[in-house]
C-alpha cells in the first residue's frame, strides 16, 4: 500500500470562511477520492478526483461548496468553502489503482478533523 | 441501489474471546465486498476483501470473512479478540466499473472487556 498524508490534520475555523485540504500519496495512483465522515456516522462519498479534468460529485455535493483539484497522479486538494458549523467533520481522501495492486480496494489517509464555530 | 446493512452498531466482547461482525449488503451483481477499520482519531484501514474465487478470505490481524451469496452476508470473524482490537469497523461494497465507488455501511463500534 501507499503513504497517504494529508494536511491540516485538525483546523477550527470560523463560518463564512473557507479551508483547504491536501491530499499527497508517495506513488502514482489511478483514481482518487473525497469523503465525508460526519460526527459518529459512516464514510460519504463526496466526488471522484479526476486528473486533468473537472471532478465527479455525487448527488448532494456541488463543485461550488467543495471545489477539487487534481493536478497530478499524486496529489488532490479539496476545498470546504463558506463553512458552515453543518460542515464540521472529518475529510478522509482514499486512493485506488496503486501499482502493483487492484483497482478495487481503497486506501484511506489519516482524515482532517474539521470544525465550524 | 446498493446497500450495505450493519445491523449492530455497537458490540462488547471479552478479551480473548470469538468475535463475529455481522454484514449484509444489496447488489446487483458479484460485489466486491470489504472490511476495514478506524481506531480512534484515525484513517480507516484496510482488513481484508472479497472479489472472487475462495469464499473464505484471510485479512490483517488475525482476522477472516466468509462471503455467503445466498444470504448476502460478508461477516467477519476472529478466533480470539484482543484489546487493540477495540475500534470502528466498517464493512463496505465496492461498484464494478468506472467509478469504483465504495458504499459503507454504518459501522459497529467495538469494545473490549478485559
Known amino acids: 500500500s501507499a503513504v497517504i498524508s494529508q494536511k491540516p490534520s485538525r483546523d477550527i475555523c470560523q463560518r463564512g470562511t473557507s479551508l483547504t485540504i491536501q491530499c499527497q500519496v508517495d506513488?502514482?495512483?489511478?483514481?482518487m477520492f473525497w469523503y465525508r465522515q460526519q460526527p459518529g456516522q459512516s464514510l460519504t462519498l463526496i466526488a471522484t478526483?479526476?486528473?486533468?479534468?473537472?471532478?465527479?460529485?455525487e448527488s448532494g455535493f456541488v463543485i461550488d461548496k467543495f471545489p477539487i483539484s487534481r493536478p497530478n497522479l499524486t496529489f488532490s486538494t479539496l476545498t470546504v468553502s463558506n463553512m458552515s458549523p453543518e460542515d464540521s467533520s472529518i475529510y478522509l481522501c482514499?486512493?485506488?489503482?496503486?501499482?502493483?495492486?487492484?483497482?478495487?480496494?481503497?486506501?484511506f489517509g489519516p482524515g482532517t478533523r474539521l470544525t465550524v464555530t | 441501489a446498493q446497500s450495505v446493512t450493519q445491523p449492530d452498531i455497537h458490540i462488547t466482547v471479552s478479551e480473548g474471546a470469538s468475535l463475529e461482525l455481522r454484514c449484509n449488503y444489496s447488489y446487483g451483481a458479484t460485489p466486491y465486498l470489504f472490511w476495514y477499520v478506524q481506531s480512534p482519531g484515525q484513517g480507516l484501514q484496510l482488513l481484508l476483501k472479497?472479489?472472487?474465487?475462495?469464499?473464505l478470505v484471510q485479512g490483517i490481524k488475525g482476522f477472516e470473512a466468509e462471503f455467503k451469496r445466498s444470504q448476502s452476508s460478508f461477516n467477519l470473524r476472529k478466533p480470539s479478540v484482543h484489546w487493540s482490537d477495540a475500534a470502528e469497523y466498517f464493512c463496505?461494497?465496492?461498484?464494478?466499473?468506472?467509478?469504483?465507488?465504495?458504499?459503507f455501511g454504518t459501522g459497529t463500534l467495538l469494545a473490549v472487556q478485559p
Open positions: 463496505a461494497v465496492g461498484a464494478a466499473g468506472a467509478t469504483n465507488k465504495l458504499i
Open positions: 506513488s502514482q495512483v489511478t483514481m
Open positions: 478526483a479526476n486528473q486533468g479534468s473537472e471532478a465527479t460529485y
Open positions: 482514499s486512493v485506488a489503482g496503486l501499482a502493483g495492486g487492484g483497482s478495487y480496494e481503497q486506501y
Open positions: 472479497y472479489f472472487s474465487g475462495d469464499t
